[in-house]
T-cell receptor, first 109, second 112 residues
């Protein structure tokens, strides 16, 4: 069964304290792994797509990496405005996205 | 650019009532979809469409209907609302079969 698990469920960081969010998956025929950011009361906003193991993508303080079993979203020197829920999703060969339950990140000044 | 627009943003229904959640996109995307988001669960696909006149069921289609008469619009109909349909609903679109989804702001529905 295709499955996506995100950890931790919630993460509290001090401003400037770097950390990583994890997305582990089991899927038949991975055709892409996606990271989204979701602010309270808003729709998810696209961040990254990764297609193959070893691929990395960066945007400001965020870097996403991919292995054959999991993806990490590294947050370097986070700021309070990085506070949000981060969602991971995978596209299997059925072409229907499967979403994880998200990691709620809070960054305190 | 408006992107994906959903209306209404909030709605309260009584059990048994029907209603339609509206979704429109101005990006000329072929693919449109509806998701529901519940606490402790990932976004779950309700219905999707790969083009005008074509719709298909997702993971949780029961109690919902959709139609796609134009490229721009993809309404979601609740036939007879139940408390289990209390949720936040998101419409999303993308170009073709690959690429990222663009989401609307969401519609929060409460069924009493």
């Amino acid at each position: 069964e295709d499955q996506v698990t995100q950890s931790p469920e919630a993460l509290r960081l001090q401003e400037g304290e770097s950390s990583s969010l994890n997305c582990s998956y089991t899927v038949s025929g991975l055709r892409g792994l996606f990271w989204y950011r979701q602010d309270p009361g808003k729709g998810p906003e696209f961040l990254f797509t990764l297609y193959s193991a070893g691929e990395e993508k960066e945007k400001e303080r965020l870097k996403a990496t991919l292995t054959k079993k999991e993806s990490f979203l590294h947050i370097t020197a986070p700021k309070p405005e990085d506070s949000a829920t981060y969602l991971c999703a995978v596209r299997p060969d059925t072409d229907k996205l499967i979403f994880g339950t998200g990691t709620r990140l809070q960054v305190f000044p | 650019n408006a992107g994906v627009t959903q209306t209404p943003k909030f709605q309260v229904l009584k059990t048994g009532q029907s209603m339609t959640l509206q979704c429109a996109q101005d990006m000329n995307h072929e693919y449109m979809s509806w998701y529901r988001q519940d606490p402790g669960m990932g976004l779950r696909l309700i219905h999707y469409s790969v083009g005008a006149g074509i719709t298909d069921q997702g993971e949780v289609p029961n109690g919902y209907n959709v139609s796609r008469s134009t490229t721009e619009d993809f309404p979601l109909r609740l036939l007879s609302a139940a408390p289990s349909q209390t949720s936040v609903y998101f419409c999303a679109s993308k170009r073709g079969s690959t690429g990222e989804l663009f989401f609307g702001e969401g519609s929060r529905l409460t069924v009493l």
